[in-house]
């Protein structure tokens, strides 16, 4: 996976996996790591207090989301093989507190969660 | 200073107010009339219980097929919950009603309160919206053939609604789209005023939002769409007037979020790219719109039209999803369709928008008319290739619908193109939906609505092991059984 920070006031930046310091790469404005493992990354920057955009193999992630502890001189991320499902996950709670859905069948209609609807498809087959 | 009541009808949603009132209220303002509004379908739905409320909408949308079959309980509550509200001696401080008839899906609707409302006053009826253009499911009878031979309202307008309603309000005769004038396509929407949301009670409704409209008609003709007969001209607002209208209510009202109603907010790339960077402009200069965040329905563009900073700028704007009519991953059905972009584009597209966060949900088409087998096949292989988009929550929701059914008005259905494809409409179930499902094309015969749906199961069961969520699927499944039951009973 390849982690990336790119903010444009950026003086300073320093990457630490699992305590180590690694090196990274530069393509532009932005700041690129490769993690090939189960990962804490800590990530310490200058100026403090600026809040860098983080992506993951180019995709922009949300720190809510994504559990990034932020703090004003440095981030934490963990990356690992669940990464993507708790996102999702907290992504869709998130959703259904934001449009007050409690129902099942309001998860299906707005979110379209659990809907393999096998039961449905079935039917459908057997009329063909 | 005259005095007007607006009313909002169902079926609509309960999300977030009414943009058409919020447009009418406008009008009143600056003409010098005050207004009340009443959101009949707000009222409905906070006295209605779940089973009568899904029981209204399947009557409202034709999924019950006649007029007739509403249950009769709940026709005298719907009766009882207006007439308490609608009462003559509150008309009697009005000089006129407006209704917005939004669209097909309100007609049942005005079919049962209009004669009521006609019954206890004289009071002007105005009646607009896309719905009054539209045709009752079972009898067919046009809509406003209906009011007029009835003699139900005293104006329906068709088109732009702020200059026609502000002519109306200023008593002029002859305006065009008003009661069979020809409409003109040609208003400068920058000359409209702001919509008004003031006496919107806002915690009526689900989400803090509004919407907002920042051009209308299209810059595509597409073969299955009928935008065209609705806003045959494309025409947009100026990006600071956009800006300027979200500031507004932000200001006033506190509102961040914002859904447009456009067709596309790309049709015009320049004025687009100029809106977002005024708009992010604004939000870098003061905090207090940081918050601020739109939605909208996007055409996918080559890179060369939108490149990479025309994305930045959206988000740094506030755009966080767009809905996107991909249609079909095969380039010859697109083609076909008139999208007018790649593959190499959608990858572009996707891409930029995952680089950005900037969420997408996926409208296709299953069973285009020129829809071969290879075609289909390219659909299964569009979704595998997407899926990384899909777990990331980039491609955030994708539909397919209940297979391609053919509207009136739409290019598709002219004689030149059911001449091109050999199309022939089998009528016999027109009854229960407001479109045309049992079709044949006798340039692609292996295309049959039975076929077409062992290619949407397909499709969904394809979507359901890549991880693509897919909302309302549950009900679109529902419309296919029952498509499925025509076909095999008419066997």
């Not at chain 2, 089973?51 to 409202?60: A, G, T």
């Not at chain 2, 034709?62 to 609608?86: H, V």
């Not at chain 2, 005005?110 to 006053?121: A, C, G, M, N, S």
């Not at chain 2, 870098?284 to 039209?305: E, H």
Request: overall charge neutral; some cysteine; hydrophobic content about 35%.
């Amino acid at each position: 996976m390849k982690l990336s920070i790119s903010h444009p006031k950026l003086t300073m930046i320093r990457f630490e996996i699992n305590g180590q310091i690694v090196p990274h790469s530069q393509i532009n404005q932005e700041f690129v790591v490769d993690v090939n493992q189960e990962s804490n990354i800590e990530v310490f920057f200058e100026p403090w207090k600026t809040k860098p955009l983080v992506r993951i193999n180019s995709h922009l992630i949300d720190y809510w989301l994504a559990d990034i502890m932020q703090f004003d001189h440095m981030i934490q991320v963990r990356w690992d093989n669940n990464f993507y499902q708790r996102y999702q996950e907290k992504n869709i709670q998130c959703k259904m507190r934001s449009l007050g859905i409690t129902k099942q069948e309001d998860i299906d209609y707005y979110l379209g969660i659990n809907n393999s609807n096998f039961d449905i498809v079935e039917q459908i087959k057997k009329y063909l | 200073m005259g005095k007007a009541l607006l009313i909002n009808l169902p079926q609509y949603d309960t999300i977030a107010p009414p943009g058409a009132l919020a447009i009418l209220a406008a009008v009143c303002k600056q003409n010098n009339y005050n207004y009340t509004l009443f959101d009949f379908n707000i009222k409905l739905h906070r006295r209605l219980n779940e089973n009568q409320l899904q029981h209204l909408s399947d009557w409202l949308t034709g999924i019950i097929p006649k007029y007739d079959s509403l249950n009769s309980d709940l026709k005298k509550d719907l009766l009882k919950i207006w007439n308490e509200s609608i009462t003559p001696k509150l008309l009697e401080q009005f000089d006129i009603i407006a209704l917005s008839v939004f669209t097909v899906w309100s007609l049942r609707i005005v079919q049962l309160i209009l004669p009521e409302l006609r019954k206890i006053t004289k009071t002007k009826i105005v009646l607009g919206g896309n719905g009054c253009d539209s045709k009752f499911f079972d009898t067919k009878i046009p809509f406003d053939q209906w009011v007029v031979n009835n003699n139900l309202a005293d104006y329906i307008v068709k088109g732009d609604g702020e200059p026609t309603f502000a002519a109306i309000l200023q008593g002029k005769n002859n305006i065009p789209g008003v009661n069979g004038y020809p409409q003109k396509h040609d208003w400068d929407i920058n000359n409209y005023p702001i919509p008004d949301y003031s006496k919107f009670d806002l915690a009526e409704y689900n989400s803090k939002k509004v919407y907002i409209t920042g051009s209308r008609g299209c810059v595509r003709n597409c073969t299955f769409c009928d935008i065209a007969v609705s806003w045959p001209k494309f025409r947009y607002r100026n990006a600071d007037n956009i800006v300027e209208e979200i500031k507004k209510h932000y200001y006033d009202l506190g509102i961040t979020n914002y859904d447009f109603t456009d067709s596309l907010i790309n049709g015009s790339i320049s004025n687009f790219y100029k809106f977002n960077t005024a708009l992010a402009e604004e939000k870098a200069k003061n905090s207090d719109l940081k918050d601020i965040k739109y939605i909208g329905q996007f055409i996918c563009r080559p890179q060369s039209q939108m490149p990479k900073d025309h994305y930045e700028a959206m988000y740094y704007a506030g755009c966080t999803q767009l809905t996107v009519g991909i249609e079909s991953f095969s380039e010859s059905v697109r083609l076909h369709m008139r999208k007018k972009f790649s593959n190499s584009d959608i990858d572009y597209h996707i891409e930029q928008s995952s680089y950005w966060g900037i969420k997408n949900v996926w409208l296709m088409i299953c069973g285009y008319p020129t829809e071969t087998i290879n075609d289909h096949k390219e659909n299964l292989s569009g979704l595998k290739k997407y899926q990384q988009y899909a777990q990331q929550g980039i491609i955030e929701l994708i539909r397919w619908g209940t297979t391609m059914h053919l509207f009136e008005n739409t290019p598709i259905v002219s004689g030149e193109m059911i001449k091109e494809l050999g199309l022939k409409i089998h009528t016999e179930q027109e009854e229960i939906f407001d479109s045309v499902y049992n079709w044949t094309s006798n340039v692609n015969p292996q295309l049959t609505l039975v076929e077409r749906i062992r290619r949407r199961i397909e499709i969904h069961e394809h979507c359901v092991n890549y991880g693509y969520l897919q909302p309302r699927v549950r009900q679109e499944l529902m419309a296919i059984k029952n498509l499925a039951m025509l076909i095999k009973e008419k066997l």
